[in-house]
């Protein structure tokens, strides 16, 4: 050997016990019961459970072709799936949960007897494996709503990822974790047999609300337990604790802890950018509940996108990116200064980071509002290719209904693999593909606590101005701060400030006038106007609100006539 190489053993342990003794399993009681009857063989495996951060990342870099970056993150990769696979999502159909489910596309049916087949295959998968690791944690930092989550995986990068986005739990916690509410065994190495009955493929992400297991075959895309965890939050929050789970993301002002505002948004509308005030605090990235006691986030870490990332466009997101301790995900990078290629997406469109929530500096933690404070202001963003929606519109109650049951934004290119035009998209409640309940129920529930709080609505629109995509141009992200920051400081709540108007069409109140903010831009119709494209304004506005009301329809019979009539109106 060559002197100055580094053995693959470490000669010397701090515990002073050998490196087989380490490896000994050493499970008593409840915990040994609970993986023997799982089907582990403990004689032959080795589970690592709640590895240390150090540990997951030597055994990620020694097993799985894992490196180091520059500044201490742990880059891996996935594999040929880079993103979710939402047409191998499953629900099983069984008796405790089947009237509740809103089936079809979203939720596609598995007989029981299917999934247990999966389960055999996952666990048969898992124990040829020479190490499998366990991540105990909670969803939800609301004490009286918190889920205990016990995942179980064949990749270190896998634990480190779930680690980061689950509530750690202090060492006391662990001691008495006991028995998990909800399991996922994730076997994604391993593929589904697709010519078992319900398969259509090599992949399978399921769920089991009567066994409250979750089980992943064929996909290493460390995104699909962070979203089953969410899908599991979507059906338990509002039917066991009458709490309503948002896709959304939280902050608070650093001086008023009343000062709550939540931020809706699909991929590529700002969220996670707009939420990372550094004049507030942040509560969380992406997934929340709205209790009877106010906010809280579900999640322990945030998982942001890497493409274009930069210190100087998104500091306290890039700051945390590169740390030690976080994970980017299929991100490229110098093989000789291992620094992250933010701008490569060579590999995947959907290059990723998790850490920590305590990775960005103003966190709040406890990651929830204070007892009994409630959103002062909800905030949907839309990304409008179409260059209609005004910049900001002050919504009534009814119209923020129907704006979160629409969800709309557009997608352009480089929010997703394959989108070169943009492409109007409308998903219900901005969380269509993670909801286990019928949209009707969460919008109910979300009207009902916007009237009981009296929040404030706005719909802000994050994209094109003065024309459609590539004839107008994007609004600036310093004229949207703008606009989020009147309306923190109150200035948008003011009608003698602001000289609302209508928007006709869409019938949006809308200002005359926002600080640091061109009124030129404010008003759609001026805006095309300027570049003398009345008409073509005209023609587009009328498209934009015809995919309004095609896309409405389909919930006109489960809602209230009052929120129907509350969109747009040709």
Same mark, same amino acid.
């Given at each position: 050997?060559?002197?100055?190489?580094?053995?693959?053993?470490?000669?010397?342990?701090?515990?002073?016990? %050998?490196?087989?003794?380490?490896?000994?399993?050493?499970?008593?009681?409840?915990?040994?019961?609970?993986?023997?009857?799982?089907?582990?063989?403990?004689?032959?495996?080795?589970?690592?459970?709640? /590895?240390?951060?150090?540990?997951?990342?030597?055994?990620?870099?020694?097993?799985?072709?894992?490196?180091?970056?520059?500044?201490?993150?742990?880059?891996?990769?996935?594999?040929?799936?880079?993103?979710?696979?939402?047409?191998?999502?499953?629900?099983?159909?069984?008796?405790?949960?089947?009237?509740?489910?809103?089936?079809?596309?979203?939720?596609?049916?598995?007989?029981?007897?299917?999934?247990?087949?999966?389960?055999?295959?996952?666990?048969?998968?898992?124990?040829?494996?020479?190490?499998?690791?366990?991540?105990?944690?909670?969803?939800?930092?609301?004490?009286?709503?918190?889920?205990?989550?016990?995942?179980?995986?064949?990749?270190?990068?896998?634990?480190?990822?779930?680690?980061?986005?689950?509530?750690?739990?202090?060492?006391?916690?662990?001691?008495?974790?006991?028995?998990?509410?909800?399991?996922?065994?994730?076997?994604?190495?391993?593929?589904?047999?697709?010519?078992?009955?319900?398969?259509?493929?090599?992949?399978?992400?399921?769920?089991?609300?009567?066994?409250?297991?979750?089980?992943?075959?064929?996909?290493?895309?460390?995104?699909?337990?962070?979203? =089953?965890?969410?899908?599991?939050?979507?059906?338990?929050?509002?039917?066991?604790?009458?709490?309503? *789970?948002?896709?959304?993301?939280?902050? +608070? @002002?650093?001086?008023?802890?009343?000062?709550?505002?939540?931020?809706?948004?699909? *991929?590529?509308?700002?969220?996670?950018?707009?939420?990372?005030?550094?004049?507030?605090?942040?509560?969380?990235?992406?997934?929340? +509940?709205?209790?009877?006691?106010?906010?809280?986030?579900?999640?322990?870490?945030?998982?942001?996108?890497?493409?274009?990332?930069?210190?100087?466009?998104?500091?306290?997101?890039?700051? #945390?990116?590169?740390?030690?301790?976080?994970?980017?995900?299929?991100?490229?990078?110098?093989?000789?200064?291992?620094?992250?290629?933010?701008?490569?997406?060579?590999?995947?469109?959907?290059?990723?980071?998790?850490?920590?929530?305590?990775?960005?500096?103003?966190?709040?933690?406890? #990651?929830?509002?204070?007892?009994?404070?409630?959103?002062?202001?909800?905030?949907?963003?839309?990304?409008?290719?179409?260059?209609?929606?005004?910049?900001?519109?002050?919504?009534?109650?009814?119209?923020?209904?129907?704006?979160?049951?629409? @969800?709309?934004?557009?997608?352009?290119?480089?929010?997703?693999?394959?989108?070169?035009?943009?492409?109007?998209?409308? %998903?219900? !409640?901005?969380?269509?593909?993670?909801?286990?309940?019928?949209? %009707?129920?969460?919008?109910?529930?979300?009207?009902?606590?916007?009237?009981?709080?009296?929040?404030? !609505?706005?719909?802000?629109?994050?994209?094109?101005? =003065?024309?459609?995509?590539?004839?107008?141009?994007?609004?600036?992200? @310093?004229?949207?701060?703008?606009?989020?920051?009147?309306?923190?400081? @109150?200035?948008?709540?003011?009608?003698?400030?602001?000289?609302?108007?209508?928007?006709?069409?869409?019938?949006?109140?809308?200002?005359?006038?926002?600080? =640091? +903010?061109?009124?030129?831009?404010?008003?759609?119709?001026?805006?095309?106007?300027?570049?003398?494209?009345?008409?073509?304004?005209?023609?587009?506005? /009328?498209?934009?609100?015809?995919?309004?009301?095609? #896309?409405?329809?389909?919930?006109?019979?489960?809602?209230?006539?009052?929120?129907?009539?509350?969109?747009?109106?040709?």
């Amino acid at each position: 050997m060559d002197p100055h190489s580094t053995p693959h053993g470490t000669p010397y342990i701090w515990n002073d016990h %050998s490196t087989e003794e380490a490896l000994g399993n050493s499970f008593i009681g409840q915990d040994l019961e609970f993986f023997s009857d799982a089907g582990f063989d403990l004689d032959r495996l080795y589970i690592r459970r709640n /590895a240390p951060v150090a540990q997951l990342y030597e055994d990620a870099i020694l097993n799985e072709g894992a490196v180091i970056g520059a500044d201490g993150a742990l880059i891996n990769f996935s594999g040929a799936k880079t993103g979710r696979s939402p047409r191998d999502k499953r629900i099983v159909y069984e008796e405790t949960s089947k009237d509740d489910i809103w089936w079809g596309p979203v939720n596609i049916k598995m007989d029981e007897h299917t999934f247990e087949i999966n389960r055999e295959r996952a666990i048969d998968y898992l124990n040829t494996r020479q190490m499998v690791y366990v991540v105990d944690g909670y969803a939800g930092w609301g004490p009286e709503y918190r889920i205990k989550i016990r995942v179980v995986c064949a990749r270190a990068y896998h634990a480190l990822f779930m680690r980061n986005m689950l509530i750690r739990p202090s060492p006391e916690e662990l001691q008495n974790f006991g028995e998990p509410d909800f399991i996922i065994y994730n076997a994604g190495e391993f593929p589904a047999n697709r010519f078992t009955q319900g398969m259509t493929s090599q992949t399978s992400v399921e769920i089991n609300f009567k066994r409250m297991e979750m089980v992943i075959l064929g996909t290493e895309y460390a995104g699909e337990m962070k979203k =089953g965890v969410f899908s599991i939050m979507h059906y338990l929050q509002p039917s066991q604790f009458n709490a309503l *789970s948002l896709h959304a993301a939280a902050n +608070v @002002g650093a001086e008023d802890d009343g000062d709550v505002t939540l931020f809706f948004g699909l *991929s590529g509308t700002g969220k996670t950018t707009l939420s990372a005030d550094p004049t507030r605090r942040l509560i969380g990235d992406d997934e929340h +509940v709205w209790s009877a006691d106010g906010i809280f986030n579900i999640e322990g870490g945030c998982y942001a996108k890497c493409a274009s990332l930069t210190a100087s466009s998104q500091p306290s997101i890039h700051a #945390a990116a590169i740390r030690f301790g976080s994970v980017l995900e299929n991100v490229v990078y110098d093989p000789t200064s291992r620094e992250p290629q933010f701008d490569d997406t060579s590999i995947t469109e959907n290059t990723r980071v998790a850490y920590p929530v305590e990775f960005v500096e103003n966190a709040l933690i406890p #990651a929830m509002s204070e007892h009994g404070k409630h959103p002062r202001n909800v905030i949907f963003l839309t990304c409008d290719a179409f260059g209609i929606l005004p910049p900001v519109s002050r919504l009534t109650p009814e119209q923020a209904v129907y704006h979160f049951i629409a @969800g709309y934004t557009s997608k352009t290119p480089g929010t997703e693999e394959g989108v070169l035009e943009p492409v109007p998209t409308f %998903s219900t !409640c901005y969380s269509a593909p993670f909801l286990t309940l019928h949209p %009707s129920r969460y919008a109910s529930m979300f009207e009902d606590l916007v009237r009981e709080h009296n929040t404030a !609505c706005w719909l802000v629109n994050t994209g094109w101005v =003065g024309g459609k995509y590539g004839v107008g141009s994007r609004i600036s992200l @310093g004229h949207t701060r703008a606009i989020i920051d009147a309306i923190h400081n @109150g200035t948008l709540s003011s009608d003698e400030s602001s000289h609302w108007h209508n928007y006709p069409v869409f019938n949006l109140s809308i200002p005359s006038s926002v600080p =640091g +903010v061109p009124d030129g831009i404010l008003d759609p119709g001026k805006a095309w106007a300027q570049h003398g494209d009345e008409e073509a304004f005209e023609r587009q506005r /009328a498209k934009l609100a015809g995919l309004f009301g095609k #896309a409405f329809k389909m919930f006109e019979d489960d809602v209230d006539e009052k929120i129907s009539d509350a969109g747009p109106r040709l």
